[in-house]
């Protein structure tokens, strides 16, 4: 059996809920394959796995993946994810969300579960639109942009998500592209691996509404948008600041160590007793 034949019978309820709903060219079926790919390569078997999302494009993920999945309410889907941990610390907890469902309603529990340091690893697609509800502006819409809640024009200037998380804590921080897939799956395996809050933003413009609204028409031209305005982060950092603002930085962004929170109770717990 090939690997790709492997990873569908041990991960994926194929009989169940296929095809999938996302749209032709929607690049959270890039993500899927990279996460699944990620999660065998470290060894994991989907007993060991949490996956939880919330509402939007992303929150169908776990209707496809076969490991133990919880489906949450907008904007939920970190704390959720923190009662898990807390109450079962030996399973690997991973979020799923979309941009509005963690820097808008879910903004908060971002910021906070960063500060807390709760070992989990948080996935952000990053579709700079609201794509299920009709492509309204979401947190990470651009500048200027017109979308159907803003026709004439975005008034407001978006989060640097990877830049909020830093800001507010998370020992570990990625970006990466659904075009560049293959690093989007090393990223995500060092993101399950690290020891406290990890975070992966993927860019993942929605191919439907932000298509209509930004003139590119087609999961083609999105992709090569992606590859032609990305630059890794080595590349960066012998860039200007000017030279740099239209661009994408992938890579790596922030990875240090620091205790967690389960670490921290632990020790106190410890302090504590008779």
């Not at 439907?208 to 960066?236: C, I, L, R, Y």
Request: aromatic share 6%.
């Amino acid at each position: 059996m090939t690997r790709a034949g492997h990873l569908i019978h041990r991960y994926l309820r194929s009989s169940k809920r296929f095809p999938h709903v996302w749209c032709p060219g929607c690049g959270i079926g890039i993500l899927l394959g990279a996460l699944v790919r990620a999660i065998d390569s470290n060894g994991y078997g989907k007993d060991d796995i949490v996956l939880i999302s919330g509402i939007g494009c992303s929150g169908r993920l776990p209707v496809y993946l076969d490991f133990n999945t919880l489906h949450t309410t907008h904007g939920r889907a970190l704390t959720f994810a923190t009662g898990i941990k807390l109450a079962k610390p030996n399973l690997k907890v991973i979020a799923i969300m979309g941009d509005g469902d963690a820097a808008s309603i879910g903004g908060n529990h971002l910021i906070h579960s960063a500060r807390r340091n709760i070992d989990i690893t948080a996935i952000i697609i990053n579709n700079q639109i609201y794509g299920m509800t009709g492509g309204q502006s979401s947190p990470t819409t651009p500048f200027g942009l017109h979308t159907a809640s803003s026709p004439f024009g975005h008034l407001e200037h978006p989060f640097d998500i990877a830049r909020l998380v830093e800001a507010a804590g998370a020992p570990f921080v990625a970006r990466s592209t659904v075009y560049h897939a293959r690093l989007l799956e090393q990223i995500i395996g060092k993101a399950i691996a690290k020891s406290g809050f990890s975070v992966v933003e993927v860019m993942s413009p929605c191919v439907t509404h932000f298509g209509k609204w930004s003139g590119m028409g087609s999961a083609v031209q999105m992709m090569q948008w992606q590859k032609d305005n990305t630059v890794t982060v080595e590349e960066a950092c012998e860039m200007t600041s000017e030279d740099l603002r239209a661009r994408v930085v992938t890579g790596i962004l922030v990875d240090i160590d620091k205790p967690t929170f389960h670490e921290e109770h632990a020790r106190v717990s410890r302090e504590m007793a008779p």
